[in-house]
């Protein structure tokens, strides 16, 4: 577990995909950081019950993204990549089992939110 109870998992260079088999139930220590993550690994947050109600909320859209602000509630845990730096919106939420759901705006994009 690291900061804050979010538990990170590692993921192939540029991916969004996790090394190895079982990452659902791994839990890094602090200590574990520098052997886990090296190189040009990528760094991924096991959402929900495992970081205790972590959820995000990806604005792909930009349209998404334009009204968030007026639609969400205030976060400070914001973060995206460099094309979209604020696509992503974390929440600390209850109950911490929640599931995810897509909604498509169009054909090519997707939109989630946890339902209850």
């Avoid at 602000?69 to 979209?84: D, H, N, Q, V, W």
Wanted: net charge neutral; with cysteine.
């Amino acid at each position: 577990m690291i900061y804050a109870s979010f538990n990170t998992v590692v993921e192939w260079p540029r991916s969004k995909k996790p090394i190895g088999e079982g990452w659902q139930d791994q839990r890094l220590e602090l200590a574990d950081l520098p052997r886990e993550f090296f190189g040009d690994r990528n760094i991924g947050l096991l959402l929900g019950g495992p970081s205790g109600g972590l959820a995000d909320v990806d604005l792909d859209c930009n349209e998404a993204l334009a009204l968030a602000p007026a639609f969400l509630p205030t976060t400070a845990a914001i973060f995206g990549r460099r094309s979209k730096p604020h696509s992503h919106w974390l929440y600390q939420v209850t109950p911490t089992d929640f599931r995810t759901t897509q909604f498509r705006a169009r054909p090519s994009e997707k939109v989630t939110r946890p339902t209850c």
